[in-house]
């Protein structure tokens, strides 16, 4: 007897083949009934024996796409009809919107052979997608993901492409970009004014003008990126300068996999990553001898590496390049470029050319980047091929709108049990940054078709994100900033009982109006207790001190001694304004910042006085340093109003010390982070004891050192501490946007 059963399910499961899926499997179980895509997810109704549609409904979970992910499945016994096929039906838009969006997806195996195949209709045409490959988040516009609702709408497929899309067997069955050189997208060659430049092949036109030293700004598929042969010395100086990117590392592209591993120590899973549909960029050891050119990465003993994830990414590498710098197109700070007239407009003094095509970007989308820590491949910008995969939650509630802080901002909207990340917005700095960032909170509603009933924000009353929350017409929750750190690490490990939360950053603004940032908090969602903080030292300047570390240093010194003692660096800084302001107590705000302690030690014993890029003071000590071996220097714990004091006055002198006894940065470097080992082990040992806890959560951008965080694990879990960190978000302040929306949650259940 025939039964017929209707089966909804959720998660990733448009864009992603799933409906062609589904079709061949009930053909292959002998099934009638139908599948359609609608805002909530997808539909199938699926009539036949009764052991058929068991085995097609267990099939839909165990056998599907590699690229879908599944967070839901329903089912229900309903009334058979009289069907004798399945097929695939229109769309429906109309139920509230529950599904979820794929991610932008490297080009496919399949994809690739077809793009070097002479006899292939596709051969070389650099938008060859297919079902399991290509773009999707940053071409849709709204759900169901269907081409009237993406940026191809404009593009009519011709026969061939019509035929190819409407056959079951296909591989690209309703594949949604489909496109061929006939009526697809196309490639253009501009000179920087504008100026079109005929050629047959404008890929292998572009790639001659790469070898000819000059810059490229190349359209893909989140955005533009600025390309050089990585090679070539004065390309990569002369990149540096217009930009306006002195020192920060540079990206690069090569190949394939063997060529990353001529330039790169890989580990298995860094590799692994590498070649994954996702294809971020690794930021992985250099090899001692390389013959990319020095100022793509000076001063670095890794290098961002990724693997070509667009056709046109591999038919420029297969033109001979050792390694293509590829980084994103915009000055120092901005956004970058997506639009066509943009580019033209934003980059005239940075590219020479530019090689655009007409397939608008909706949503601009940077290339992820992660790094490989304490034996896991963990993100340090979650953005092209993660987002928006959401990070599923344990509670489920009304929708919330967090929108994150001002540097490496995110936003995140939590539906029910799905916190939908955005990808990295950047640093709220400039007019630009903020448009993509209100661009992105109106497409996030958009196509989730969510008004969030509680916007979260920053408790910083001057950041930008704070400013636009108070804006608009809905209920607000100001969050301590590391608070958010500590539940964003909750958040990611499904956990709702307090924990021991160590936040290790440069600044955020502290409940009492200081500038914190070297937190031991005790908490969960619903509040916290400040149990420990670094001993508040002087900021002279504020943001002026953070890009000189020197200034930072003169400082804690003057805090620490009352004068200056004879160190080398202070013969090479104008220190005496400083000292008399920190004296007098003038224009110097109160900070705990452990990232300011790194750039104080680090500036005092030889490193870096003054920084090109965030971080690059202690990033550079750490390298120096290479290990933890030595001594600590002396650290203590003192009770002052209710709270622990790490003290900062006996280490800054146990540094002096050492420095004027002929230690240099390499000693100190390791040193100084043994002590901080040591001194978060004793204050978490201490915090458990008194509270009972055994829990601890580790976040901030400071985390992203590696010597401290591979270190410190183990310490703590010799100490019999749990440990939990950052897997799935950036530890650093692209992840407080999840952290601030689990407040919310449970603000509102409280509440």
Not at 172 to 199: I, Y
Not at 557 to 585: C, N, W, Y
């Amino acid at each position: 007897m025939a039964i017929r059963r209707q089966i909804r399910v959720n998660g990733i499961v448009q864009g992603v083949g799933f409906r062609p899926f589904i079709f061949n499997l009930a053909r292959r179980h002998g099934l009638a009934g139908y599948v359609f895509n609608t805002s909530a997810g997808v539909i199938i109704e699926a009539q036949g024996k009764a052991e058929a549609v068991t085995e097609f409904t267990a099939a839909i979970e165990n056998e599907a796409p590699p690229l879908a992910l599944i967070t839901e499945i329903q089912t229900r016994e309903i009334e058979p009809v009289g069907e004798t096929e399945f097929v695939i039906t229109p769309s429906n838009g109309q139920a509230q919107v529950g599904t979820m969006i794929s991610p932008d997806i490297a080009v496919c195996d399949d994809c690739r052979a077809e793009l070097f195949d002479p006899a292939d209709r596709r051969h070389r045409y650099p938008f060859i997608n297919c079902t399991n490959c290509g773009p999707r988040y940053t071409i849709i516009e709204s759900l169901p993901y269907d081409r009237p609702f993406t940026s191809m709408r404009k593009f009519t497929m011709c026969p061939a492409c019509q035929a190819e899309y409407d056959a079951p067997t296909d591989r690209r069955f309703h594949a949604q970009p489909n496109a061929c050189p006939v009526c697809g997208p196309q490639l253009a060659l501009h000179k920087v004014d504008g100026t079109l430049l005929e050629c047959a092949d404008p890929v292998r036109a572009t790639a001659d003008l790469l070898k000819q030293g000059m810059i490229l700004a190349i359209k893909g598929l989140g955005g533009f990126h600025l390309a050089v042969d990585a090679t070539d010395p004065a390309a990569v100086s002369e990149l540096r300068l217009r930009k306006n990117r002195e020192e920060k590392p540079l990206a690069v592209m090569v190949s394939d996999l063997t060529a990353a591993q001529n330039l790169c120590e890989l580990s298995e899973a860094e590799a692994k990553l590498l070649l994954s549909p996702r294809s971020p960029i690794i930021l992985a050891r250099k090899r001692a001898e390389s013959t990319l050119a020095t100022e793509v990465a000076p001063g670095n003993d890794r290098l961002g590496i990724m693997l070509p994830y667009t056709p046109l990414h591999h038919l420029l590498l297969a033109e001979g390049f050792t390694a293509l710098v590829m980084t994103s197109a915009n000055l120092s700070e901005e956004p970058i470029c997506i639009d066509n007239d943009e580019g033209f407009t934003r980059l005239q003094n940075i590219a020479d050319y530019l090689l655009v095509h007409d397939r608008d970007i909706y949503l601009r989308g940077d290339d992820s980047v992660f790094i490989h820590l304490a034996g896991k491949n963990r993100p340090i910008r979650r953005s092209r091929g993660y987002a928006p995969t959401p990070v599923l939650v344990k509670s489920a509630g009304p929708p919330i709108l967090a929108v994150g802080g001002e540097l490496k901002n995110t936003v995140c909207l939590l539906q029910e049990n799905r916190a939908f990340l955005s990808q990295h917005i950047g640093d709220l700095e400039n007019l630009e940054a903020y448009n993509f960032f209100k661009l992105t909170i109106a497409h996030l509603q958009k196509v989730f078709d969510t008004r969030p009933e509680l916007i979260v924000h920053d408790l910083h009353p001057r950041y930008l994100s704070t400013q636009w929350a108070q804006e608009q017409d809905a209920p607000l929750l100001a969050v301590q900033h590391h608070h958010a750190h500590l539940a964003a690490v909750l958040a990611e490990h499904r956990l709702d009982e307090p924990v021991i939360g160590i936040i290790m950053d440069g600044t955020g603004y502290g409940s009492d109006g200081t500038i914190w940032g070297g937190e031991i908090l005790v908490g969960d969602c619903a509040g916290f207790d400040r149990f420990a903080a670094f001993e508040p030292m002087p900021l002279p300047g504020g943001d002026a001190a953070i890009k000189a570390p020197w200034r930072t240093a003169v400082a804690y010194l003057q805090t620490t001694f009352g004068h200056l003692p004879d160190l080398p660096f202070l013969r090479d800084v104008e220190h005496q304004p400083i000292s008399e302001m920190v004296a007098k107590d003038i224009n110097c705000f109160p900070t705990s910042s452990c990232g300011r302690l790194f750039d104080a030690v680090a500036a005092m014993s030889g490193g870096r006085t003054t920084i090109r890029y965030e971080g690059q003071a202690a990033i550079e000590m750490m390298q120096s340093a290479g290990g933890i071996e030595g001594d600590p220097f002396e650290f203590a714990l003192e009770s002052t109003d209710g709270i622990f004091l790490m003290a900062v006055k006996p280490l800054i002198k146990s540094v002096a010390k050492a420095v004027q006894n002929g230690a240099g940065l390499p000693e100190i470097g390791r040193r100084f982070h043994r002590t901080l080992i040591e001194l978060f082990t004793e204050v978490a040992g201490a915090a458990a004891r008194r509270t009972g806890i055994s829990k601890v959560v580790l976040s901030g951008g400071v985390f992203q050192n590696q010597l401290l965080f591979e270190n410190l694990i183990p310490r703590l879990e010799q100490s019999g501490l749990q440990v939990f960190t950052h897997e799935q978000v950036p530890t650093n302040d692209g992840g407080i946007a999840l952290g601030q929306a689990l407040i919310g949650r449970r603000f509102m259940e409280d509440n």
